[in-house]
């Protein structure tokens, strides 16, 4: 007997047409199996007859949001010396309490920029298996960075030895780490270019791996078809990943206006974390944050800020990176209104969150619009984000892949 595909219809007061920048009015989207197969204004779209139909009324429907910097096995509260107790299986189920807290927030697809002993690959494929409920997830596995830099860990003395899993020095180490990550399941290549701001004895403004490293690092990556996330603060450390090649650049605090043309020239996305300042600030202490590292977020915060705005002014690529596991998990989309204070209008920072980080992971074909073809990534919120991007900030309709992970509350 013929097995019949699924239809499923949401209609909506209101659509975001990302690819053209455009609100859609009265709206349908019609979905079969696991894909969009229609989506528009109501009278250019057939409703199939046995479809299930869910009418949302004032409602407006939006791609999966995408988060391009996340680490779902951080937990908020445990910075610092508190982070040292937890082993590898605890921060393990700790990713799995936070990848269902990011999908019900409406991130149907992360990126997951670090984490230790390739927990991070657990957690996506038992995603894909269907036994614990997440976003998409794209994952690094452990991060690359030099002896005693912001991707090791410098917490405690000598005679612990402790060497986080990604450190690697000079060019063919560096590749031996890639390989090794991609071995096990990584499809994003991380690595930090500068110090940062909750690392022991790092500096924010100071590059980490030379130019040489860089390169050879960005070759191999892309030689096996990975993109690459450089975390980088420092204006010469983010100018010197972007002549390597990276694909993204995370954070950009102290970039300058060389910085932005080598970006614009090389098509390098940025990746802007400018919320999570004011959690570090305001919940930072308590959460075991170091002293040192409340001083350079007091410096780093501002200024990432003002370089936000010149950058979205410039016209770099932008996307949407939040750094949520620094910061509580499912509060992503706080970062919303403040991508909009400070220069992007509401259909910037909604594309920042869609279409953009597509592209960059290079789905374009199958993630990142609400289009025929597409996979359906659903998010539907009340009300229309254009008028109040902080409407965002509480997705009341999730859909991933075709399934209604998260219904309309009646
Ligand atoms: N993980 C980053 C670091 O330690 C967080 C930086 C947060 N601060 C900011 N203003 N974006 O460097």
Redesign the pocket.
Known sequence: SAVCAKTTVLTADRMIDVDNGKLIKNAVVVIEDNDIVAAGARRTVDIPANAEVHELGDYTLLPGLMDMHVHLTSDATKHGYKGLADSLPRVTLTGVKYAKATLMAGFTTVRNVGAPGFADVALRDAINDGDIEGPRMFVSGPSLGVTGG?CDNNLLPYEFHTVSEGVADGPWAVREIVRRNIKYGATVIKFCGT?????KGTK?GVQQYTFEEMQALVDEAHMRGLTVAT?A?GTDGIKTAIKAGVDSV??V?LLDDEGIALALEHGTYFS???Y??EY?LGEGAKAGILEE?LA??RI??KR??ENFEKAVKAGVNMVFGS?AG?YPHGDNGKQFARMVRFGMTPMQAIQAATIHPATLLKQQDTLGSLSAGKKADIVGVKGNPLDDISLLENVGLVVKDGHIVKPVAM
Not at 195 to 199: D, I, M, N, Q, T
């Open positions: 912001h110090g940062g701001v909750l690392s924010v975390h603060h995370e954070h605090s802007m974390d400018i999570v300042t570090i590292s350079k977020e780093v915060g990432q800020r750094d620094v």
